[in-house]
């Protein structure tokens, strides 16, 4: 002790370097980042060192690790990790919803098995008659439909049973929950396979028929029909129709239609 450094005298230890490893052990022991030496007393008596520690100045590294732990859970979460082009490039197992959203029901209704083995089968080629799918399939529906359930409830339902191929694809790929009514389907599904093209082609067929070769009266007045009945909304006044089927009959039977008429039928008033 000096004048300047008024301290406490340490007894005096003969096994210092002794004392000194033991201190060093336990201190590792103990875990702490450090142990002041001012802190640490020896006893002569029994040369076994006795250690007051300050609790408030140690911090352990369990301490430090929880800090570290709650400032990086209080740090904004790091961005997505940008997916590789093998992971975009591989089928999303998520699928997609039919384009049909069907409405509320207030009596629950299911198919019955016997009703889609009834339903027309469409398939979308380029000789089949959508009107006439439509007409076909409204019959099945709406002998098989139950008392208390709409109609338009089971065709909405029943409808992609009828499809197949190229029909099917096409209801398929339409936007998921596109339509919300029958009318729409039945609107959309005309719009497909009956567009405005084939409308103008079959006004030119009707305005342009002609009975054929070996073709009797009655088969070229039934083809006829068919014809008008494949796009009725052709807006063909009657009147014009009776021209298109006159004029293009053959010389023979159009004869024998002026004889039974009395006169040349292109000269009569319609009425």
């Not at 005096?12 to 590792?28: A, G, K, N, Y």
């Not at 209704?109 to 009107?131: R, V, W």
Request: charged residues 25%; proline residues 6%.
């Amino acid at each position: 002790m000096t004048r300047g450094n008024p301290g406490l005298v340490q007894p005096f230890d003969p096994e210092i370097d002794r004392t000194f490893h033991r201190l060093v052990r336990h201190s590792r022991n103990l875990s702490l980042d450090y142990v002041p030496l001012d802190s640490i007393s020896l006893s002569s008596s029994d040369h076994s060192p006795s250690v007051s520690t300050n609790f408030n100045s140690v911090h352990t590294a369990s301490d430090s690790n929880s800090v570290d732990f709650h400032t990086e859970n209080n740090m904004a979460q790091p961005p997505p990790r940008e997916r590789t082009l093998r992971e975009l490039a591989a089928p999303d197992f998520t699928y997609e919803s039919l384009c049909i959203q069907y409405a509320n029901e207030d009596v629950p209704y299911e198919l019955k098995t016997g009703l889609i083995h009834l339903l027309p089968k469409f398939n979308g080629l380029s000789g089949e008659d959508p009107h006439k799918h439509l007409k076909e399939f409204h019959i099945v529906c709406s002998t098989m439909k139950p008392h208390d359930v709409q109609e338009d409830h089971i065709c909405l339902k029943a409808f992609p049973h009828s499809l197949e191929g190229l029909a099917k694809d096409w209801l398929y790929y339409l936007a998921p929950g596109s339509i919300t009514s029958w009318d729409n389907l039945k609107r959309a599904f005309l719009d497909k396979f009956f567009p405005a093209s084939r409308t103008t082609t079959i006004r030119k067929d009707i305005s342009g028929i002609r009975q054929q070769n070996g073709e009797s009266l009655y088969k070229y007045w039934e083809r006829f029909k068919r014809l008008c009945a494949s796009c009725l909304h052709h807006q063909i006044s009657e009147q014009l129709l009776l021209q298109y089927f006159y004029e293009g009959l053959n010389t023979m039977e159009r004869n024998i239609i002026d004889a039974a008429s009395g006169g040349a039928l292109g000269d009569m008033t319609p009425t």
